[in-house]
């Protein structure tokens, strides 16, 4: 079982990502959960698979810092990422008081009370930089820009993380790279 | 830098079959267990060992080939989801008195929910209806170290064991310490004579039985499998007993809910058998225990005295549906007469259907199925097809194989009562070589009338593109035998057989009228609708290079959105018409003759 490994101990962060089948989610969460043990933290995700990949709902949960159990309870998460605007309706109850939703959408949807939002039309970002399928990097980016990474109150992790993350990923280099980090800091320079 | 890895729980399982020396391993795909197989090979190629690793037809199959090979003294493993360990009942219950020489490991990855499955049944009632011991990880990491335990457990005694995963550590990913790999070289395949135990006779079935069960008592004994106290230190008259992912919840929560000195808790990894000790001392120490565990009362149920007990058989947690941990969370608050967390509801389901992709040929054979019979039935099966239900062209999906059965019942049941009804089943390439044949044998001898769509797009699609018998690769890319389907299915007495591209529609509508009065006059009519996995295309050569368009003809009608249903064709209300999701269009231009006016076309 895990226990409080982490450079920064005593962080707990509860994340959950939200989006359609194909979309990459699944991808997201993964390169997250990568920086995190790179960073020194325990991490634990739980993943959708199946059916629902066909273009249905699909949810990762990721929890860095000493935790358990796998899933995210309702009002428990610290950051909502959501890359179809209709999900919010769905996932918003997986946010705490306070907490934070990231969303793929034109304009900041109503996502209740107590909850900071913040929006990117990510979809239009990936389609104009001709990479309509790096919406999920597009919209990692604005986060990590907007409300913060590796500090206090924003995200577990640095843009700087990410950038070696992906670059492990894909292998130290290349065009797959190239795209990858051109997409993250698409999103990096519209969230700054 | 960290030298631990993230690592998913079935790759995990996988890393630790291969590390503990495993030399065979056999599967069928199925959600949450698919990725077992792949990850064993992957480890395989890493440490250099020498293993045989199959996509078998199907889990019996999978099951006995694994078998085998520990009654040759050799480790083996075979994986699968919960409704394949019932296909493969047959073999495991008879394997169980008969035993093994080598480790082995019958990996069932149960989901409750359920996700992605006909039934939330439990793997664990199996196991206990086998006589066979289960190990219930409740991570990845411990569902890693339990394959090796399992080998040394099943070794131990000379029976199968069980590793009964769930999708929350299936599909649960973990920063881990991967083991190292066993040092090659292992002992040759050495198979024994003993014609009274492998070849058992009901004669020697008893005895054998007897032997089983003296096992099962010694296993409830065994101290490595023993249930853990994870708080020693507390006296308290309470105590939870849990296993798998509701023992992960239960651990968190009793942090959180600051309840630890006043319950004891206890992981249970071997739910059956329960260890008699652990029963005894439960008993002799509490007043009231409850049983957190998923998804049937598997432990409840070996703790005979039901006025302490509380669990799925007393009501006190749900009979059905997944134990999330809002809902331990109740559970524990309530047993440890805290406050109701109030609202806090599990959140689930809702939302965007699932659908077929764009550019699935699967879409333009329920379009074509429904012009041309469009007052049919139509049975269908497990895969990606049965998404076909969202085009109104999937009426029945009951188990692996049983379009094919449910076409000729449907026949046979009109036949006797004087109706008649065209019936065409749908049923996919793998799903046809896994359970298909002997119903289409069946079917044929009984002179039964219907038409056999065999959607074959040339992989086991829905599980994450493994290959099927038909492809002629094998599970780690190497080249295999092929079997020809159209031989296959006229060598089953099918006398029409024809092979058609579904996108095209008009072709192929003509091509199921065709078919369907073969049925009519003659019998069992078998259509291949053969089009590559538009997945699998689309990795291999991107879009096509010409887009598509919709004109001002455009009437707003919505046919093409509701009976063909591409996501790539988006009702716009604001406009009152349909237009293309560049996002996701691939282009394969098949709605291009279905639009009733013309008015979607390719530029």
């Known amino acids: ?192 | 830098m960290s030298d631990r890895i993230l690592m998913q729980g079935n790759d995990a399982i996988a890393r630790g079959l291969v590390a503990a020396g495993c030399a065979v391993a056999a599967s069928y795909p199925g959600t949450p267990a698919s990725e077992i197989l792949s990850s064993i090979d992957r480890w395989r190629k890493k440490c250099g060992a020498t293993m045989h690793v199959e996509w078998a037809v199907n889990e019996k199959v999978a099951l006995e080939i694994a078998y085998t090979a520990a009654i040759t003294g050799l480790r083996a493993a075979v994986s699968m989801k919960q409704v394949g360990l019932n296909v493969a009942s047959d073999p495991l219950l008879s394997a169980a008195y008969l035993g093994v020489t080598g480790g082995f490991l019958v990996v069932s990855a149960d989901d409750p929910g359920p996700h992605s499955s006909q039934t939330e049944q439990d793997s664990r009632l199996m196991a206990m209806m086998a006589k066979v011991p289960v190990l219930d990880p409740a991570s990845p990491a411990q569902a890693m170290a339990f394959a090796g335990a399992g080998f040394e457990l099943s070794e131990a005694f000379g029976v199968p064991v069980m590793l009964r995963p769930t999708t929350r550590v299936c599909h649960a990913s973990q920063d881990v310490d991967a083991p190292p790999f066993r040092p090659p070289g292992r002992e040759a395949a050495r198979f024994v004579k003993d014609p009274a135990r492998w070849a058992a006779t009901p004669v020697f079935r008893r005895g054998l039985h007897d032997l089983l069960a003296g096992k099962i008592a010694a296993i409830a004994a065994w101290p490595a499998t023993a249930p853990i106290r994870v708080n020693p230190d507390v006296s308290p008259v309470k105590a939870v007993v849990a296993s798998g992912v509701a023992f992960a919840h239960a651990r968190e929560l009793f942090g959180e809910l600051g309840i630890s000195d006043r319950i004891a808790l206890y992981q249970a990894i071997q739910p059956y058998p329960l260890h008699a000790a652990f029963i005894e001392h439960l008993l002799d120490t509490y007043t009231e225990i409850l049983v957190l565990e998923e998804s049937a009362p598997v432990m409840e149920m070996q703790i005979a005295d039901r006025r302490r007990v509380r669990g799925r058989m007393t009501g006190a947690v749900p009979g059905t549906g997944e134990l999330l941990p809002e809902i331990v969370e109740r559970l524990l608050s309530r047993f440890a007469g805290l406050p109701n967390p109030g609202r806090a509801l599990p959140v689930q389901g809702g939302g965007r259907r699932p659908t077929l992709c764009p550019g699935c040929a699967h879409r333009s054979s329920f379009y074509a199925i429904r012009k041309a019979a469009p007052e049919g039935i139509y049975p269908s099966d497990i895969g990606c097809y049965t998404l076909g239900i969202n085009l109104g062209a999937v009426d029945t999906v009951l188990c692996m194989g049983a379009a094919v059965s449910q076409a000729a019942g449907f026949d046979y049941a009109h036949r006797i009562s004087g109706g008649r009804v065209d019936i065409v089943a749908t049923i996919g390439d793998s799903t046809f070589y896994h359970a298909g044949i002997p119903p289409l044998i069946d079917a044929v001898v009984q002179g039964a009338r219907f038409v056999l769509v065999i959607l074959d797009n040339g992989t086991t699609a829905m599980t994450g593109n493994q290959p099927t018998p038909g492809t002629g690769i094998g599970a780690g890319g190497e080249t295999t035998a092929a079997v020809d389907m159209e031989g296959l299915v006229r060598a089953c007495g099918v006398r029409f057989c024809r092979t058609a591209n579904p996108d095209r529609l008009s072709e192929f509508v003509a091509l199921l009228k065709e078919a369907l009065v073969h049925a009519r006059e003659r019998g069992v009519a078998v259509v291949i609708a053969r089009q590559p996995c538009a997945m699998v295309s689309l990795a291999a050569g991107g879009k096509a290079p010409d887009g598509i368009v919709i004109t001002a003809e455009c009437t707003g009608c919505r046919h093409c959105v509701d009976r063909f249903e591409c996501p790539a064709l988006v009702f716009d209300e604001s406009t009152n018409r349909v237009r293309v999701d560049e996002m996701t269009c691939t282009g394969c231009g098949v709605c291009v003759s279905v639009c009733p006016v013309g008015a979607i076309r390719r530029e």
């Not at chain 1, 920064?8 to 959960?33: C, E, K, M, P, Y």
């Not at chain 1, 800091?185 to 700054?192: C, E, Q, R, S, V």
């Open chain 1, 1 to 192: 079982m895990s226990g409080s490994r982490g450079k920064r101990n005593g962080l707990h962060q509860q994340i959950v990502l939200s989006g359609f089948g194909g979309q990459g989610i699944l991808f997201l969460s993964r390169l997250l959960a990568e920086a995190a043990i790179a960073g020194g933290f325990p991490v634990l995700t739980s993943e959708t698979h199946g059916m629902a990949q066909r273009g249905g709902v699909v949810v990762s949960h990721l929890k860095v810092g000493g935790f358990e159990s796998p899933l995210v309870r309702a009002g428990r998460a610290d950051l909502l990422l959501v890359l179809k605007e209709e999900n919010v309706a769905l996932h918003r109850e997986f946010l705490a008081g306070g907490g934070v939703l990231i969303v793929n959408a034109p304009v900041p949807p109503d996502a209740g009370p107590g909850v900071r939002v913040h929006a990117v039309d990510a979809d239009a970002l990936a389609l104009s930089a001709g990479a309509p399928h790096a919406v999920n990097l597009v919209l990692l980016g604005f986060a990590l820009a907007r409300i913060g990474g590796g500090t206090a109150g924003g995200f577990f992790c640095a843009p700087g993380e990410i950038r070696e993350a992906l670059s492990r990923r894909h292998g130290g280099g290349g065009s797959r790279l190239d795209d990858a980090l051109s997409a993250l800091d698409l999103g990096i320079a519209h969230g700054t």
